[in-house]
């Protein structure tokens, strides 16, 4: 476990794209209940129906999706910009 870690931390992290930081979607994503991969997913939808990511993930949670159903995020981003009363 703990030679995974390192390679992680000492290899990959320097690679990434973005910075690695807990920030409220990925504390949203353990309250949720939903995979990482969900996230990103999360954040376009965001962009797109101008709806907060992380009341996406709740949606998604509450809707208990599981990997590999991301084409599901839409639905719910619709879903909670209707409610929210935005336009989309």
Do not use: H, N, W
Not at 43 to 53: L, S
Not at 77 to 84: G, I, N, S
């Amino acid at each position: 476990m703990f030679a995974i870690s390192d390679v992680a931390e000492d290899l990959v992290v320097p690679i990434m794209d973005a910075p690695i930081r807990i920030d409220r979607d990925a504390l949203t994503l353990g309250y949720a209940g939903m995979y990482s991969s969900f996230l990103l997913f999360a954040k376009r939808a965001k962009a797109k129906y101008k709806v907060p990511a992380r009341d996406i993930l709740v949606e998604l949670g509450r809707q208990r999706l599981v990997g590999g159903q991301e084409d599901m995020i839409k639905g719910a981003a619709l879903t909670v910009a209707r409610a929210q009363g935005v336009a989309v």
